[in-house]
């Protein structure tokens, strides 16, 4: 299996612009999530999707940013307008419907790095 | 509120053993993980304690006490490439896990 594939690996902008951040989940895992990661405040959950639906969205800081999962096989995250604050990696995971155990660990994808100048 | 506590960094040499300690305090508590990063990439998955106790696997073992609010990974025969961040988080229910910010170890020669 290829993993939870994301993209773009980099992403580098002006502040104003839009981002669009992409994900692929691990084929036949059905929940989602958007991740941020920044030295100062850790890995902090954006949103969670279950069967392409989203399921709490708490985690997003504010209406700039927003996800959608049109398909179980894609999603994106998209900040608009971009802020310098946003600077952080993003990780997408992703996780099996099996039962037991494996179905809370994580798969996580290489991540995001975004820079907002 | 939810609240997880982890040393922010820890220094060990190789060949030793390291104890990395996790207490947390949240509103509801399915497990515990312990995720692995390697600087650059992502969280890999190391462990998961549902019940009390310790779970050993490999070098790494990890312990649980429910009661306590606490948990620790413990890493044997400590090998350069374990410098990396550990990240201990609570598997809260209804598909939510909260991760601690994590500690790094540096392994030296």
């Known amino acids: 299996d290829a993993g939870v594939i994301q993209s773009p690996r980099h992403e580098v902008t002006e502040m104003g612009q839009e981002v669009t951040l992409r994900c692929k989940p691990i084929?036949?895992?059905?929940?989602l999530f958007w991740y941020r990661q920044t030295m100062m405040r850790g890995l902090e959950l954006l949103i969670y999707?279950?069967?392409?639906?989203?399921?709490?969205d708490s985690g997003m800081p504010e209406d700039r940013f927003s996800a959608k999962m049109p398909n179980a096989s894609f999603s994106t995250l998209k900040i608009q307008p971009s802020e310098p604050r946003d600077s952080a990696v993003y990780f997408c995971?992703?996780?099996?419907?099996?039962?037991?155990?494996?179905?809370?660990?994580?798969?996580f994808g290489a991540g995001t790095r975004l820079s907002v100048l | 509120g939810q609240n997880i506590d982890q040393p922010t960094e820890m220094t060990a040499t190789e060949g030793a053993i390291v104890q990395i300690n996790c207490t947390y305090q949240?509103?509801?508590?399915?497990?515990l993980f312990w995720y692995q990063q390697h600087a650059g990439e992502a969280p890999t998955f190391l462990s998961y304690?549902?019940?009390?106790g310790l779970e050993e696997k490999g070098r790494f073992s990890s312990f649980l006490s429910r009661s306590k609010g606490y948990s620790y990974l413990l890493l044997k025969e400590l090998q350069m490439k374990d410098s990396a961040s550990y990240l201990c988080?609570?598997?809260?229910?209804?598909?939510?896990?909260?991760f601690g910010a994590g500690t790094r170890l540096f392994v030296k020669a």
């Open positions: 995971a992703s996780t099996t419907p099996a039962g037991g155990i494996a179905k809370n660990i994580q798969y």
């Open positions: 084929s036949g895992h059905n929940s």
């Open positions: 999707f279950n069967n392409n639906v989203p399921i709490d």
């Open positions: 949240t509103s509801g508590f399915n497990g």
């Open positions: 304690n549902v019940l009390d």
């Open positions: 988080a609570v598997d809260t229910g209804g598909f939510k896990t909260i």
